[in-house]
């Protein structure tokens, strides 16, 4: 069973992997072309990991999951991500 939340959800996970703050990032999707900020897009958290959504057009931007000591990231619903220099995560 996946429980639908918000990006936030994810920001565990995704910390775990980016030095900065994922949730503020802004990703452009490669369906439909929508920017949204991480923290904004439908997440789906299930044992291993997480699938992040478009909230407009539901093609799966991020694929998270965790397994055997490795994470594997698939971003190929991702054509561009904006990261903010000025908002990086303060917690290094
Ligand atoms: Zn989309």
Same mark, same amino acid.
């Given at each position: 069973?996946?429980?639908?939340?918000? =990006?936030?959800?994810? /920001?565990?996970?995704?910390? *775990?992997?980016?030095?900065?703050? #994922?949730?503020? @990032?802004?990703?452009?999707?490669?369906?439909? =072309?929508?920017?949204? /900020?991480?923290?904004?897009? *439908?997440?789906?958290?299930?044992? #291993?990991?997480? @699938?992040?959504?478009?909230?407009?057009?539901?093609?799966?931007?991020?694929?998270?999951?965790?397994?055997?000591?490795?994470?594997?990231?698939?971003?190929?619903?991702?054509?561009?991500?904006?990261?903010?220099?000025?908002?990086?995560?303060?917690?290094?």
């Amino acid at each position: 069973m996946e429980n639908k939340l918000d =990006g936030n959800a994810a /920001a565990g996970p995704l910390q *775990a992997i980016f030095p900065f703050e #994922m949730t503020l @990032v802004q990703a452009t999707c490669t369906c439909c =072309g929508t920017t949204n /900020a991480i923290g904004a897009v *439908a997440a789906y958290m299930h044992g #291993m990991g997480a @699938v992040l959504r478009c909230p407009v057009c539901d093609t799966a931007l991020i694929r998270l999951s965790h397994t055997k000591g490795r994470y594997f990231l698939d971003m190929r619903g991702v054509r561009v991500l904006q990261i903010n220099a000025e908002a990086q995560s303060t917690t290094v």
